[in-house]
């Protein structure tokens, strides 16, 4: 068992995702459907999320957060690193030589055109460390997947939820599994 999502509400958004971007992470700026703006990744299997706090969802207090991610040119050196976010939390920082392999666009447009035909529009952004973040539009529904081959791929079928989205609805090992899914959840 591991976790699948951490999401922190903060009531300083921007001065967090600055800091976890310093750190070298690459967020995806996400809003679904009525929900709030917001940012995630997708680290090993884990969503993490950064979401603006309101009343309903107030500001996440005190906590410590350890992250393990490859080294990359954005990243603290190799070691172990220990800072405190916006909102005063700390966070260990693990940073490691492993390197993964990643998905192109041009192989996820591939599998897709393989799951899909024509029937779909697609909509493919690379991120700066190579995430992919992918949006299918077939007919009257949408479904969005984030992720790459080392940490999984998370996706959501047409999120609705007027509360807001706190990460994908599934997580699938590989792109081809969660888009036999996506298409099965479209038919």
């Keep these: 068992m ?3 999502l951490i999401v922190i509400y903060t009531d300083r958004l921007d001065a967090c995702h600055a800091f976890y971007t310093d750190l070298g992470l690459t967020f995806v700026k996400e809003q679904h459907g009525p929900g709030p703006e917001h940012y995630a990744i997708q680290l090993d ?3 993490f999320e950064l979401y603006p706090a309101s009343p309903r969802r107030p500001a996440t207090g005190s906590l410590r957060l350890g992250l393990t991610i490859p080294a990359g040119p954005r990243t603290p050196p190799v070691g172990r690193h220990t800072h405190t976010d916006p909102d005063d939390r700390t966070v260990v920082l693990t940073i490691t030589q492993e ?4 998905t192109t666009a041009q192989e996820a447009q591939t599998a897709i055109h393989h799951a899909f035909g024509d029937t779909a529009h697609t ?3 690379t991120l700066p ?6 949006t299918i539009t077939k007919g ?3 479904a ?3 992720g790459h081959d080392s940490s999984g791929w998370g996706w959501t079928v047409d999120p609705a939820d007027d509360d807001g989205f706190t990460g994908h609805e599934n997580i699938a090992a590989t792109l081809d ?3 036999t899914s996506i298409r099965a959840a479209l038919i």
């Design 2 to 4: 591991h976790p699948d």
């Design 45 to 47: 299997g884990t969503v």
């Design 99 to 102: 390197a993964h392999p990643m």
């Design 123 to 125: 909509d493919i952004k």
């Design 129 to 134: 460390a190579g995430n992919l973040a992918i």
């Design 140 to 142: 009257d529904h949408a």
């Design 144 to 146: 969005t997947i984030d």
């Design 177 to 179: 599994e969660a888009l």
